[in-house]
């Protein structure tokens, strides 16, 4: 069953505006992790932001937040400003349970193409 | 840069040869993940190794093997090369985790792209 889902194939953003990406996920587990990692042409994977299932807050980090959703079970990621150089690809991944050292599952990824 | 490193960065061969992927885990960091991104399968866990022993296994063929060594760096053998095996295949690091909340994000390597023609 499909654990992350991230329905965006791909998405256009122009420069300096923000975007949302959505991921939903589905889990039974009540303690888990949720990531967003990057994926530049370069076919590098860069850690953004994650966010624990406790977390009473939603992450941070500079430009990127995390909308947490826990009740619908999604967690999207919104870029702020966006940047030429934000163009990659980027997914969503999550493991369970959270503290644990347990691999990441990915979603398909959504490729986001920044326009000047 | 994450502190992962990874080589060869690129891998050309034939099928039906066998090849070995190296990585380096960050300065700290007991357990090895490696991962495989196809086109057609996107990103699939393999296997993961902690201070030398394996932990959990994934999507991993019979063909396809892993160790971690006593200085933590790991190897991800590959033989009886198939065209489909062709991907790029990345190694992650993490902590143990230690109770506190964002200590086990995985840090990827750059990642080896193998081409099996």
């Known amino acids: 069953a499909q654990k992350i889902t991230q329905t965006q194939p791909g998405m256009f953003v122009q420069e300096k505006e923000a975007v949302t990406l959505d991921c939903t996920y589905d889990?039974?587990?009540?303690?888990?992790?949720l990531f967003w990692y990057k994926q530049p042409s370069s076919g590098e994977m860069i850690f953004l932001i994650y966010?624990?299932?406790?977390?009473?807050q939603n992450a941070t980090e500079g430009r990127y937040s995390l909308n947490f959703q826990k009740a619908r079970k999604s967690a999207n990621l919104v870029i702020s400003a966006s940047q030429l150089g934000d163009s990659a690809m980027y997914f969503c991944a999550m493991r369970e349970p959270w503290g644990g050292n347990t691999p990441l599952v990915f979603g398909k990824g959504t490729r986001l193409s920044v326009i000047a | 840069d994450s502190g992962v490193t990874q080589t060869p960065k690129h891998l050309i061969t034939a099928t039906g040869q066998r090849v070995t992927l190296r990585c380096s885990p960050r300065s700290g960091d007991l357990s090895v993940y490696w991962y495989q991104q196809s086109l057609d399968q996107g990103l699939q866990f393999l296997i993961q190794y902690y201070n030398g022993e394996e932990r959990a296994k994934g999507n991993i063929l019979e063909r396809f093997s892993a160790q971690q060594f006593p200085d933590l760096h790991s190897e991800l053998n590959l033989s009886s090369l198939e065209l489909g095996d062709s991907a790029l295949y990345f190694c992650?690091?993490?902590?143990?985790?230690?109770?506190?909340?964002?200590?086990?994000?995985?840090?990827f390597g750059p990642g080896t792209r193998l081409t099996v023609l």
């Open positions: 966010q624990g299932s406790y977390d009473q």
């Open positions: 992650a690091s993490s902590v143990e985790p230690s109770g506190r909340v964002g200590t086990d994000t995985q840090y």
């Open positions: 889990t039974s587990d009540p303690s888990y992790g």
